[in-house]
């Protein structure tokens, strides 16, 4: 929603304020009253600012918390309503907003494995759509890594403002194809990517060993190194906690400028987001707190981008490769931590990359290439199916499948027969008709049907 769409001007500044309070503290009547200049300069009374709050309630953006009285009574703004006040706060000149200070208490209060910024159906959600230890380590995926790493890279340095195009980056790295135009400084920030994403994916292994890519200061400095190289005046700052004062652009937040509490408060990061056990939420804290307290020179939201598929492969999630997100969504869900220091918005930023990643994935893999199985044994493939079907000749492998190859090649038959049985269009690859497949899933139904009598007279 666009607060600038209610006309009624009292209305629209009530609104903005109760979104501006937030949905944990809320305002009371007397607070809006205060603050609202439209209403002390005019001659509008109490009876008309309540019709207007609860017109506001009504409409689904505002929800009254009754505490006992209309003046202990206080507003809090439903989600879109905090978003639209939030839009209209930093859509203006950032020089004209009061300058906001590095909170520690955001960090302070946050207790692990307590406190959450995923919320229960976000986690469900989640979880749903992929489940830790679904991702499974193999030939086909480590195929499949390398176009994520491809995807990340490009989707990750067009948040940074390089965007050469997808298919472009895409053949960038996977053929070895150049980019025309590509400015030396945007090709070492792909590059750059490029080699971070493999530091993570190919230093984290299912399961985890000893030594691998983990949540530690350590291997997030190291993270930045990569990033940050070649692109630093000074290479000497490359994985170094800054010593100096640095400030964002377009916000009015200020980072802390002390080199001993920073090196303090990354410390505190890096503890308490090794201590969270949801993989989910812990890739979210450090989406949160690395931007937050800025503790390199530069490119820490691309090292908090990076970082947050170190929880996620550790425990057999799908990667985030950022590729569908909105560069204004992302930069608004920062500046409402920045500023605000409230992580919802980037919260669903989080959530709706998750989500549009994993579903990027399962069209990869449904288009991924052909099985090795596949292409080394057709023929006998196409032997052993056909007489399985047919003939009901058990499933063996032939003399001519290499021996590292046979338990490979039974699992793939069944495999085959299988997707058979559900599909029935898939035994035309092998010479089947339908009254083939059909007489061969009668056989399979009878055969179960004789084991389930067996185990019941057992």
């Given amino acids: 929603m666009d607060l600038k769409q209610i006309t009624d001007l009292h209305k629209r500044e009530l609104a903005y304020h109760i979104g501006m309070a937030g949905t944990t503290d809320g305002i009371s009547i007397g607070e809006l009253m205060d603050k609202c200049s439209s209403i002390q300069d005019g001659d509008l009374g109490r009876t008309a600012v309540w019709r207007r709050l609860?017109?506001?309630?009504?409409?689904?953006?505002?929800?009254?918390?009754d505490a006992g009285s209309r003046r202990s009574a206080y507003y809090i703004p439903t989600d879109a309503l905090r978003r639209?006040?939030?839009?209209?706060?930093?859509?203006?000149?950032?020089?004209?907003?009061p300058h906001v200070a590095y909170d520690?208490?955001?960090?302070?209060?946050?207790?692990?494995?307590?406190?959450?910024?995923?919320?229960?159906?976000e986690v469900e959600s989640l979880h749903a759509a992929c489940a830790p230890g679904t991702l499974k380590r193999g030939d086909r995926q480590d195929r499949d890594m390398r176009r994520f790493m491809s995807d990340l890279s490009y989707a990750s340095s067009r948040l940074e403002g390089v965007d050469y195009g997808h298919l472009a980056t895409k053949s960038f790295f996977e053929e070895d194809t150049p980019i025309s135009n590509l400015a030396p400084v945007?090709?070492?920030?792909?590059?750059?990517?490029?080699?971070?994403?493999?530091?993570?994916?190919?230093?984290?292994?299912?399961?985890?060993?000893?030594?691998?890519?983990g949540i530690n200061e350590h291997d997030i400095r190291s993270i930045h190194a990569i990033l940050s190289s070649g692109l630093l005046s000074n290479p000497m700052r490359q994985g170094a906690i800054r010593n100096t004062a640095v400030r964002i652009s377009s916000s009015s937040?200020?980072?802390?400028?002390?080199?001993?509490?920073?090196?303090?408060?990354?410390?505190?990061i890096v503890r308490k987001a090794a201590e969270i056990i949801d993989p989910y939420e812990q890739s979210l804290f450090?989406?949160?707190?690395?931007?937050?307290?800025?503790?390199?020179?530069?490119?820490?939201?691309?090292?908090?981008?990076l970082c947050t598929n170190i929880p996620l492969l550790r425990n057999g999630i799908l990667p985030i490769s950022w590729l569908d997100v909105n560069k204004d969504d992302m930069e608004f869900g920062l500046a409402a931590v920045y500023e605000q220091r409230d992580p919802r918005i980037l919260t669903e930023v989080y959530v709706q990359a998750c989500h549009r990643s994993f579903e990027s994935f399962t069209i990869t893999q449904a288009a991924r290439d052909p099985d090795e199985i596949d292409l080394r044994y057709d023929n006998e493939l196409r032997q052993v199916v056909r007489a399985a079907v047919l003939d009901s000749i058990a499933i063996t492998a032939?003399?001519?499948?290499?021996?590292?190859?046979?338990?490979?090649?039974?699992?793939?038959?069944?495999?085959?027969l299988g997707?058979?049985?559900?599909?029935?269009?898939?035994?035309?690859?092998?010479g089947l008709r339908l009254p083939d497949i059909q007489r061969f899933a009668e056989r399979e139904a009878a055969l179960e049907s004789h084991c389930v009598t067996d185990r019941a007279t057992a």
Avoid: W
Avoid at 84 to 97: F, I, K, S, Y
């Fill in 419 to 430: 997707a058979c049985l559900g599909n029935p269009f898939v035994g035309a690859a092998y």
């Fill in 253 to 268: 937040y200020i980072p802390p400028a002390i080199p001993a509490e920073i090196e303090r408060l990354f410390s505190q």
């Fill in 54 to 65: 609860k017109q506001l309630g009504m409409e689904g953006l505002a929800q009254l918390i």
């Fill in 398 to 416: 032939p003399a001519s499948v290499e021996g590292a190859d046979s338990t490979a090649f039974v699992d793939r038959v069944t495999e085959i």
């Fill in 84 to 97: 639209a006040a939030l839009r209209m706060h930093l859509a203006t000149d950032a020089r004209t907003r």
């Fill in 186 to 213: 945007d090709r070492k920030v792909l590059m750059n990517h490029f080699q971070a994403a493999k530091f993570i994916v190919e230093g984290i292994h299912q399961p985890t060993r000893d030594g691998d890519v």
């Fill in 104 to 121: 520690r208490g955001m960090l302070d209060s946050y207790v692990p494995n307590e406190t959450r910024y995923l919320r229960s159906d």
């Fill in 286 to 305: 450090l989406l949160v707190h690395v931007p937050y307290l800025q503790p390199f020179h530069d490119c820490n939201k691309r090292v908090a981008r």
